[in-house]
């Protein structure tokens, strides 16, 4: 199965090297960030909506935005280092094998005394499309 190839390149290439998010496809490395949170993820996305179709992403921390994004692009295989229950049922609901090092509750804020602003944000939203509105509307007040 091609995304599990793909998905082990960008898991391999996430573990050996600073980024913080690696795209694969067609056992290619085809995008990447360095940036904490979802901003290079969105970018990417925003950019090329294509980007993610039928791609596999690493990413260093994966929660229930994160999980949207992939979800809305048509990823086939996500990995995350840390990956939120709440992360891993919109994947499981999008049909996109996932793999999880570490599996929280949540994922928490920068500080590690609350929710993830994003994790906040998305909480009891069931559409990618719902998220993606949100997401905009959240990271255009924060530029």
Request: aromatic content about 4%; some cysteine; glycine content about 8%.
């Amino acid at each position: 199965m091609a995304e599990i190839s793909d998905l082990n390149l960008a898991r391999q290439r996430l573990s050996t090297t600073d980024m913080r998010l690696v795209l694969a496809r067609d056992e290619k490395i085809v995008a990447g960030g360095d940036r904490p949170g979802v901003i290079d993820l969105w970018e990417l996305y925003r950019e090329n909506p294509q980007i993610l179709k039928e791609a596999a992403a690493a990413d260093s921390v994966v929660g229930r935005a994160a999980a949207f994004i992939m979800a809305a692009g048509g990823a086939a295989a996500c990995y995350g280092q840390i990956m939120s229950r709440g992360a891993q049922e919109v994947l499981r609901g999008a049909g996109i094998i996932y793999e999880a090092d570490i599996e929280v509750e949540a994922i928490k804020n920068a500080a590690g005394d609350d929710l993830c602003p994003l994790e906040k944000l998305t909480a009891g939203v069931e559409e990618p499309e719902e998220a993606l509105d949100l997401l905009a509307d959240f990271l255009a007040d924060s530029d």
